[in-house]
C-alpha cells in the first residue's frame, strides 16, 4: 500500500514538473496607462523585460464605454507581434491573421456591430472589423478602433500609451509587478 501512495506521489509531483513544459504560458504582457505611467511602469522591471514597445494611443470613455483608439501605422505593428484575438464565440478565440483594413475610414473592433461611434460627445463613422480584441480577452476597452495615420489628429480624445512587453519567464509571474498603471493583461506576444 506504501509502494502505490509513494508511486502516486513520484508520478503527481512529475506531472506537476511538467505541466509546465506542456501547458502554454503567455510569453507578454500588455500595459496600459498614461505616457509617464507605462514608461516608469517598464523602466522599473527592465530586468524582467526581454523587449518593450511603447505605442501611443488615445482613450475615450470609461469602465463598460471605454474605447481605445490606435494609429493604423502602430495598429499594424502590433499585430505582427499578435497583440490581437479574434473572439470566435464565448469559449474560443483564435489569433487574428490579419488586421481588416480601414480603407481611409475609422475601424471599430468590438464585440457588437456598429455603424457610429461617439467620440469626445461627437458621432462619428465607422467600419465594422470584427469581434476582435487585444490579448485572450476584453480585459480593459470594449472597442478598439483603428485610425489611419492622416486622420490621427482629429480624434478628439485623452492620450494614453499601451506597452507591448516580452518577458524573460512566464509573464503571469510579473503581473503583480507592474503598479500605478491602468491595467496589465496577459498576452502570448511574439518579437
Known amino acids: 500500500m506504501k509502494k502505490f501512495i509513494l508511486i502516486g506521489m513520484v508520478l503527481g509531483g512529475l506531472l506537476l514538473v511538467l505541466s ?6 503567455a510569453e507578454g504582457l500588455i500595459v496600459y496607462g498614461s ?5 516608469k511602469a517598464i523602466a522599473s522591471n ?7 514597445t511603447v505605442y501611443e494611443a488615445k482613450q475615450d470613455g470609461e469602465g463598460d464605454n471605454l474605447t481605445v483608439f490606435l494609429k493604423e501605422s502602430d495598429a499594424k505593428k502590433m499585430q505582427k507581434q499578435q497583440a490581437f484575438t479574434k473572439i470566435v464565440d464565448s469559449k474560443k478565440t483564435e489569433k487574428l491573421k490579419e488586421l481588416p ?6 475601424l471599430l473592433l468590438a464585440q457588437g456591430d456598429a455603424t457610429k461611434i461617439s467620440i469626445g460627445g461627437k458621432e462619428q463613422p465607422v467600419t465594422y472589423g470584427g469581434n476582435i480584441t487585444f490579448g485572450d480577452s ?8 483603428i485610425v489611419p495615420d492622416a486622420l490621427w489628429d482629429n ?8 506597452a507591448m512587453a516580452l518577458m524573460k519567464k ?4 510579473y503581473l503583480t509587478d507592474f503598479k500605478d498603471i491602468d491595467r496589465v493583461q496577459l498576452a502570448d506576444l511574439k518579437s
Open 20 to 25: 509546465g513544459c506542456i501547458f502554454d504560458k
Open 35 to 39: 505616457q509617464d505611467q507605462v514608461t
Open 46 to 52: 527592465k530586468k524582467n523585460i526581454d523587449s518593450s
Open 101 to 106: 483594413a480601414t480603407n481611409g475610414k475609422l
Open 138 to 145: 476584453r480585459a480593459y476597452a470594449t472597442k478598439i478602433v
Open 155 to 162: 480624434v478628439n480624445a485623452k492620450s494614453e500609451s499601451i
Open 170 to 173: 512566464d509573464a503571469a509571474e
